[in-house]
């Protein structure tokens, strides 16, 4: 069993930025990848960024050069660097944490930005 315990989101303004974090935490388990998704209201869960176990990343075309998604793997945890952030990264993000047969979610943390 994981659990993924996440911070960061928060209100902030039109070109400002925030970082998100995600530790998990258990026994016995091997990541294979970590990664941020976001749900916005009446819009479906999207992935935003995922970093692998061999730190290779891909991210949303929509965050592309503002993000930076990055790992500590000695302590399980997953950043999100958000800069320059607009009124449509407003969304509920949740880390995602993908072992070898399973997948864990974390409870998610609002994150809005005003214009």
């Known amino acids: 069993q994981v659990q993924l315990v996440e911070s960061g989101g928060g209100l902030v303004q039109a070109g400002g930025s925030l970082r998100l974090s995600c530790a998990a935490s258990?026994?016995?388990?091997?990541?294979?990848?970590m990664g941020w998704y976001r749900q916005a209201p009446g819009k479906q869960r999207e992935l935003v960024a995922v970093?692998?176990?061999?730190?290779?990343?891909n991210y949303a075309d929509s965050v592309k050069g503002r993000f930076t998604i990055s790992r500590d793997n000695a302590k399980n945890t997953v950043y999100l660097q958000m800069n320059s952030l607009k009124p449509e990264d407003t969304a509920v993000y949740y880390c995602?944490?993908?072992?070898?047969?399973?997948?864990?979610w974390g409870q998610g943390t609002q994150v809005t930005v005003s214009s």
């Open positions: 995602n944490v993908r072992l070898t047969l399973l997948s864990y």
């Open positions: 258990g026994s016995g388990f091997s990541i294979r990848s």
């Open positions: 970093i692998s176990s061999g730190d290779n990343t």
